[in-house]
T-cell receptor
Framework: DGGITQSPKYLFRKEGQNVTLSCEQN?????MYWYRQDPGQGLRLIYY???????QKGDIAEGYSVSREKKESFPLTVTSAQKNPTAFYLC???????????FGPGTRLTVL | SQKIEQNSEALNIQEGKTATLTCNYT??????LQWYRQDPGRGPVFLLL?????KEKRKERLKVTFDTTLKQSLFHITASQPADSATYLC????????????FGSGTKLNVKP
C-alpha cells in the first residue's frame, strides 16, 4: 500500500517541550516537504528537501528543525522556540518536474 | 513578496451547475500552477497541473485555464455534485525556484442537492 504516513494524527504537548512529528513515504520520491496550516489560511512552507542529507528553509522555518537521513523519512521537530506551535502540520512528497505533491493525512498539534 | 489570492467567501451553487473558482497572483512568475482539493481535517489531494505555456487543461469534469497576462487561473467543475463540496487550493511553483510552492488560502465550495 503506497503513500505517505504521518503519525500521530493528534498530538498534545505542554508549552516549552520539543516534539517530533513523523513523516514516512514509500513512493520513492526525492522531494519532501513540511507545511503548516492555520484556520482560514493557506499552507505555509516550513522546510523542504530535494535529496537525502540536504534541506532548505521555507518561509516560516524559525522554531523548527528537520533531518533527512533516509529517502523515505523526513521528521519535523517543533522546538520550544516556536512561538505559536498549535496548528495542523502536513507532510508531502513530490515527483520531479513537473512537480506534483502527495500529502499525508496531517498531524494536529495542540500545545497546552 | 509573492501573493496568491483566492476568494475567501464560500461559493454556494446548485447541483448540476458549473462552479468557477479564481486564483490571482502578484509578484510572481510561476512555471506551473496546480489545483488541489482538501476535505476537512485531511491533506490536500492533487487535481490538475497547468504549465505557463498552456492556456487550458481538462480532466473529466474539471477544467483549468491559465492567463499569465492577467496573472489568473480559473478552475471549473462542470455538472457539479454534492460530493464536489470541499475546499480548493491553488499552488504556484516558480521557474527557477524548484520544489518551492506557494499556496493560496483556498475557496470552500458547497454544492447543494
Amino acid at each position: 500500500d503506497g503513500g505517505i504516513t504521518q503519525s500521530p494524527k493528534y498530538l498534545f504537548r505542554k508549552e516549552g517541550q520539543n516534539v517530533t512529528l513523523s513523516c514516512e513515504q514509500n513512493l520513492n520520491h526525492d522531494a519532501m516537504y513540511w507545511y503548516r496550516q492555520d484556520p482560514g489560511q493557506g499552507l505555509r512552507l516550513i522546510y523542504y528537501s530535494q535529496i537525502v542529507n540536504d534541506f532548505q528553509k521555507g518561509d516560516i522555518a524559525e522554531g523548527y528543525s528537520v533531518s533527512r537521513e533516509k529517502k523515505e523519512s523526513f521528521p519535523l521537530t517543533v522546538t520550544s522556540a516556536q512561538k505559536n506551535p498549535t496548528a495542523f502540520y502536513l507532510c508531502a512528497s513530490g515527483t520531479s518536474r513537473p512537480d506534483t505533491q502527495y500529502f499525508g493525512p496531517g498531524t494536529r498539534l495542540t500545545v497546552l | 513578496s509573492q501573493k496568491i489570492e483566492q476568494n475567501s467567501e464560500a461559493l454556494n451553487i446548485q447541483e448540476g451547475k458549473t462552479a468557477t473558482l479564481t486564483c490571482n497572483y502578484t509578484n510572481y512568475s510561476p512555471a506551473y500552477l496546480q489545483w488541489y482539493r482538501q476535505d476537512p481535517g485531511r491533506g490536500p489531494v492533487f487535481l490538475l497541473l497547468i504549465r505557463e505555456n498552456e492556456k487550458e487543461k481538462r480532466k473529466e469534469r474539471l477544467k483549468v485555464t491559465f492567463d499569465t497576462t492577467l496573472k489568473q487561473s480559473l478552475f471549473h467543475i462542470t455538472a457539479s455534485q454534492p460530493a464536489d463540496s470541499a475546499t480548493y487550493l491553488c499552488a504556484l511553483e516558480g521557474a527557477y525556484n524548484f520544489n518551492k510552492f506557494y499556496f493560496g488560502s483556498g475557496t470552500k465550495l458547497n454544492v447543494k442537492p
